[in-house]
């Protein structure tokens, strides 16, 4: 099955972190990503730039609106994915917590809806 | 077949829904893959049973019967739909070409199958009220009505927590599997609560005409010793003894009229000393690890209780300082309120009172039946009969059990009689 992993953290944190923190942390990703490579888990994964260039779109009776920032104003922010292809829950929530960010952020583990299986 | 024969072919057949059904079930999950058709599948298998076992006899293995021809009620019902739904053709083509169990497959399989069973139901993934509903309903075959009366809440609010938690373990892919050994020790806390609140549904079961269910008890004891077996984490060997140490008190907790008995007040020598033993044994394994929970000490106050020679000789004190510590590591009103019964008997009735009152005061466990009988007795030992006659009347109306409510009124006629 295929899951995505959202990953939330509060982005003020991220922002405080010294270089070297930051390179720590970069190091871990890249370590981590390498690994579910290898493992055979990794489908996709990217990092969000920034919410303060997020923008929201919505169409309403026709007309497109746009407004700054990011759908909700939450503590944690969404600031990046992977989707990964697991055996099962269980399998997706061990590699979840493997994710550098687990360990302060929130990992949301969403399956991937698959549409050949939805019944008519 | 004469009457008397199908009479008593009946007669097996209803033993054998109320001992294997459940296994059949855990066994048929795992065959189909999916919980409706499973339970499908276990309904139309004692629908054949009913049927063929009067003609052709009871056979030699009625588990493996039961399993093979569910999975192929199964397979033939996705048959018939797949004439209707041609995705339902892959599931019966899947189903056919999965090889079928071996008909004497061993005890270990089965209890494997159970394992995994519970250990989906109570996946923390679940919401906590959606676990103890599917492992009452799955794993304990409880009516959706009796989980809704343990539960205090309506019969459609379980049907929909089932239903729910079944398609999030269907569409979230929870696994139906024992978790591996890194995540074991953090995923057995939230089934043993699970088995301890069906062991009390069992013990105690939450209303009707008679006090316990000793069946329902069973199975959470076995469970308990099956998560021994697989684990000897302390907890579980607390749960296990404190379930066991419980047990060995049910002869004594009710006359032969089904009427409720104080531990003060049973005949000790029908206490089974088995269980106790056992139980006792289990405590000092899991006091010894030094890692000692809430359950390992609720095991521990029973053992005081169950190494008393006689009501009189309980050793109170160590009760009391077991309920403190207990407070410390899990604390609740429950809690407080049987450390203040354990004052009472120790250091006389007022002090006893002073701490449930002050418990009431702050508007924790006005609605608990056992808050105010506890209260009315102790007020009746203090000679103040009018305000014990009230506490007892409060108790009587919340007493959701008819032996608990009996035993209440009785009371209350015993100080009208005063």
Redesign the interface.
């Not at chain 1, 697991?86 to 061990?94: E, G, K, P, S, T």
């Given at each position: 099955?295929k899951?995505l992993c959202l990953i939330y953290n509060a982005e003020q944190n991220m922002n405080s972190l010294s270089k070297a923190d930051m390179d720590a942390m970069m190091a871990e990703y890249f370590a981590f990503t390498e690994g579910i490579r290898k493992s055979g888990h990794y489908v996709a994964g990217e990092a969000l730039d920034q919410i303060k260039t997020a923008t929201t779109v919505r169409v309403r009776n026709g007309k497109v609106s746009t407004t700054d920032g990011p759908f909700a104003e939450t503590k944690e922010q969404l600031g990046g994915f992977y989707l990964i292809e697991?055996?099962?829950?269980?399998?997706?929530?061990?590699i979840a917590a493997k994710i550098p960010s687990a360990r302060f952020g929130s990992i949301e583990v969403r399956?991937i809806m698959d549409f050949s299986?939805v019944?008519? | 077949m004469s009457e008397d024969a199908t009479d008593r072919v009946r007669g097996r057949l209803d033993a054998i829904y109320r001992t294997e059904s459940r296994r059949v079930l855990a066994t048929l999950i795992r065959l189909l893959g999916d919980f409706d058709l499973a339970e499908e599948a276990l309904h139309d298998a004692f629908v054949a049973a009913l049927e063929q076992w009067p003609r052709d006899g009871v056979p030699g293995s009625p588990r493996a019967w039961l399993v093979s021809a569910g999975r192929f009620k199964a397979i033939d019902a996705m048959r018939r739909r797949a004439r209707f739904d041609a995705s339902k053709t892959e599931i019966a083509e899947r189903l056919e070409s999965t090889p079928p169990p071996a008909p004497d497959h061993d005890m270990d399989d089965v209890e494997d199958d159970r394992l995994r069973l519970i250990f989906t139901c109570c996946h923390p993934a679940l919401p906590p009220d959606a676990q103890v509903a599917m492992t009452l309903r799955e794993v304990c075959g409880l009516r959706t009505e009796e989980i809704a009366h343990a539960f205090l809440t309506s019969p459609s609010a379980v049907a929909q927590r089932i239903v729910r938690a079944k398609s999030k373990i269907r569409d979230a892919g929870i696994p139906y599997q024992v978790p591996a050994r890194a995540e074991l020790a953090d995923r057995l806390d939230s089934v043993l609560h699970v088995v301890y609140l069906v062991f009390n549904e069992g013990y105690s079961a939450s209303s009707g005409t008679t006090l316990t269910r000793a069946d329902v008890s069973a199975e959470a004891i076995r469970l308990g010793r099956l998560l021994v077996e697989l684990l000897a984490e302390p907890e579980a060997l607390g749960l296990l003894a404190l379930m066991l140490l419980h047990e060995s008190r049910r002869a004594a907790r009710t006359s032969a009229t089904g009427e409720l008995i104080l531990l003060e007040d049973q005949d000790r020598a029908r206490w089974d000393c088995e269980l106790i033993a056992e139980g006792v044994a289990l405590v000092e394994r899991a006091l010894a690890s030094r890692r000692i929970g809430p359950y390992s000490l609720q095991a521990a106050i029973a053992a005081v209780h169950a190494e008393a020679a006689t009501a009189a000789a309980t050793n109170w004190a160590q009760i009391i300082g077991l309920y403190g510590v207990l407070l410390r590591a899990d604390p609740s009103a429950v809690v407080e309120l049987n450390r203040a019964v354990a004052v009472a008997m120790h250091n006389g009735p007022a002090p006893g009172l002073e701490l449930i009152d002050a418990i009431l005061a702050r508007g924790e466990l006005l609605g608990y039946h056992l808050a105010h009988a506890a209260r009315a007795d102790l007020l009746r030992r203090l000679g103040r009969v009018p305000e014990a006659r009230e506490a007892y009347a409060r108790a009587i109306t919340l007493a959701r059990q008819e032996p608990e409510r009996r035993f209440l009124e009785r009371r209350l006629r015993e100080i009208e009689g005063q």
């Open positions: 099955m899951y697991a055996r099962d829950l269980n399998d997706a929530i061990q399956p299986k019944q008519a | -």
